[in-house]
């Protein structure tokens, strides 16, 4: 079956990655597979030699709004015209305004499509565009990708039919067993940092600044790419300089995970963070604040992660105490977080992709 996916870009990301994991392992059970970037950069993620990666002829100047309102409107002909000339068997679009797009445009040319919404239904809903592509567009898709149960529960299954609960495919092979003696007193923390409302980095520092006093040899490392200028003053305003790590972009995240003992996520929101599927793989200890989609999926409370009551940071103060004291609560959460990550094995998801790629039962008239 050709396939051509279609995305924002492959910088680096969850969904991103998700995307890249899907491709490879897609086009191994024999699929031609091509992906589409509206960005013109290289990939961050390593593809294989079997995935074509293409870009469109028109490059957006996002400085200049009319330059950019005009470029958009040349790149989805370019994108149009592609997929007239390729004539795929599918088309998979990720993010919600390229989904909304691409469907139109699928539709006019009498192609499959499988749209993919990779964050929670709430995010942006006030946005009006956003609110008309997923309440009038998205029912005209074969099927939507939604990533829990909550989403379609909630949401889109009280307008659409065309939906289906789909999670990401962990893109790290799970370690055998947690070796509390190669890991570092080392709490981390991971996202964009353009992103920081959202992944709650601020939350993260406020945190750590109000346990560092008490164990002074525990350094907090937060990984990802995007300007950090904003968290370092942050960081200096609550004098601690020496105990917080900006790792920029990382390329071998595995390495790092497997030496750090705690992985913390403060988001405010989420869709399913890849991160911290990554982070269980690795025999992480997790704790995560039990944010609006996500982490409750992934984590079952105290018994392969903590979950704390959202936005509460007293709570998350103590809990993270607590993981800090523990070495055998670490080893115990870390223990059963690899085997919790074994669900979202790329075989598996890949398979249950599978099912729904040679069978997309169309919905629409």
């Known amino acids: 079956m050709k396939i051509i996916f279609i995305t924002d870009s492959l910088c ?25 970037s509206k960005v013109h950069q290289p990939g961050f993620y390593e593809l294989s030699e079997n995935v074509k990666l293409v ?15 005009l470029s958009r409107l040349s790149l989805y002909i370019d994108i149009y015209k592609y997929l007239k000339n390729a004539r795929p068997d599918l088309v998979i679009p990720f993010s919600t305004t390229t989904n909304g797009t691409v469907i139109i445009i699928c ?33 005209h898709a074969n099927l939507i990708t939604v990533l829990t149960e909550r989403d379609k529960n909630e949401y889109y299954s009280r307008f659409m039919k065309n939906v289906v609960v789909m999670p990401n495919p962990l893109p790290l092979v799970p370690i055998e067993k947690v070796n509390l003696r190669h890991r570092d007193k080392i709490i981390l923390s991971a996202g964009n940092l353009l992103r920081w409302e959202q992944k709650g980095f601020d939350l993260m520092l406020e ?13 907090l490392y937060i990984a990802g790419n995007g300007d950090p200028t904003y968290l370092t003053e942050i960081i200096l305003k609550l004098k601690l300089g020496n105990r917080v790590s ?52 992934l984590i079952t409370n105290d018994s392969d992660g903590i979950l704390v009551e959202d936005k509460h940071i007293d709570q998350f103060v103590v809990r993270l ?10 080893l115990t959460l870390g223990t059963n977080a690899i085997e919790k990550s074994k669900k979202y094995l790329p075989e598996k998801i890949v398979e249950r992709w599978l099912s729904i790629i040679e069978n997309p039962t169309v919905y629409y008239e």
């Open 207 to 219: 945190i750590f600044s109000l346990i560092a006093p008490k164990y002074p040899q525990w350094q």
């Open 246 to 297: 900006l790792l920029g972009e990382v390329k071998d995240i595995q390495n790092i995970m497997q030496r750090s003992s705690i992985f913390a996520l403060t988001s405010r929101w989420e869709g399913l963070p890849m991160v911290l599927l990554e982070a269980m793989s690795q025999g992480m200890a997790c704790i995560a604040f039990d944010c609006f989609t996500g982490p409750g999926d």
């Open 12 to 36: 680096s990301g969850g969904a991103e990655r998700v995307m890249s994991v899907l491709a490879n392992n897609l086009s191994d059970t024999g699929h031609q597979i091509t992906i589409l």
């Open 107 to 139: 539709r006019l040319l009498g192609l499959k499509v499988i749209a993919s919404e990779h964050n929670n239904f709430r995010l942006d809903l006030k946005s009006l565009p956003v609110w008309f592509i997923k309440r009038h567009i998205y029912p």
């Open 55 to 69: 870009y469109p002829k028109t490059k957006i100047n996002y400085r200049n709004r009319i330059t950019t309102t």
């Open 321 to 330: 105490s607590n993981l800090i004291e523990d070495q055998d609560l670490r």
